[in-house]
């Protein structure tokens, strides 16, 4: 990281003096580089130092073209510093994101391996631990349901509620995840609710409509509704 924003630094430093006319080149640089930020709140594609190199040279670029020079205009060296820190701020947090999406990733296959080997209890700690680190992830709190699902002895007379909360979480970061769907309509039905489940089902047979356990799981919920005494919902 280190490296690239160095060496942008210094050719940014050179750009700075060229006073090109504003255009469509710094048009064209403030879209490229605002797509590029904008893409960074999805996939961290800032932490690539190809992806940098390229985003800090278009950086470089916007900040040279300038349309009018007057007498009360800061210094290039006050604009510099004024677009290094606009720069550096953003690279920063990207950064930080990046090393906590990496530490709960192995967090995350802690849990997995752990969960293997039979240590659910140490799994699901491992997981909490991991949507800590990165909270806007869904794939922890997913775990976190499924765990509680298939070991409800971890969380006693909760572990239905806490499962269904948990996948909630995850459809919330994930709303177009069907493992998150179906986990969320298994817990409700765990929950003795199975209005909300067949809900969750069915839209995640919407979303992956190749999934052959999804729909398997509707009709056995069907089948189950079909045996409840009449006037029960």
């Known amino acids: 990281m280190l490296i690239p924003l160095g060496a942008a630094t210094l050719a940014g430093s050179r750009l700075i003096r060229r006073q090109v006319a504003a255009g469509p080149v710094a048009a064209g640089a403030a879209l490229g580089l605002g797509a590029f930020l904008v893409h960074n709140l999805a996939d961290f594609s800032g932490l690539l130092p190809s992806t940098l190199w390229t985003a800090m040279a278009v950086a470089g670029v916007l900040m040279g073209t300038e349309t009018t020079e007057s007498a009360d205009a800061p210094s290039p060296a006050g604009r510099w510093w004024r677009w290094q820190l606009a720069t550096a701020v953003p690279a920063l947090m990207l950064f930080l994101a990046g090393m906590l999406n990496a530490r709960a990733e192995q967090s995350m296959q802690r849990a997995q391996h752990l969960l293997s080997t039979g240590e659910a209890l140490q799994a699901l700690q491992a997981s909490r631990y991991a949507s800590s680190l990165a909270p806007w992830q869904?794939?922890?709190?997913?775990?976190?349901?499924?765990?509680?699902?298939?070991?409800?002895?971890?969380?006693?007379?909760?572990?239905?509620?806490?499962?269904?909360?948990?996948?909630?979480?995850?459809?919330?970061?994930?709303?177009?995840?069907?493992?998150?769907?179906?986990?969320r309509g298994l817990a409700a039905l765990r929950l003795g609710q199975p209005g909300l489940a067949a809900a969750d089902l069915q839209r995640a047979a919407e979303l992956y409509p190749l999934a052959e356990s999804y729909p398997g799981q509707l009709e056995a919920l069907a089948r189950k509704l079909a045996m409840l005494p009449e006037g029960r919902p």
């Open 138 to 183: 869904a794939a922890p709190f997913l775990m976190q349901s499924e765990i509680l699902l298939r070991q409800p002895e971890l969380a006693p007379g909760v572990a239905g509620l806490q499962s269904w909360q948990q996948a909630a979480k995850a459809v919330r970061r994930s709303p177009r995840w069907p493992s998150a769907h179906a986990t």
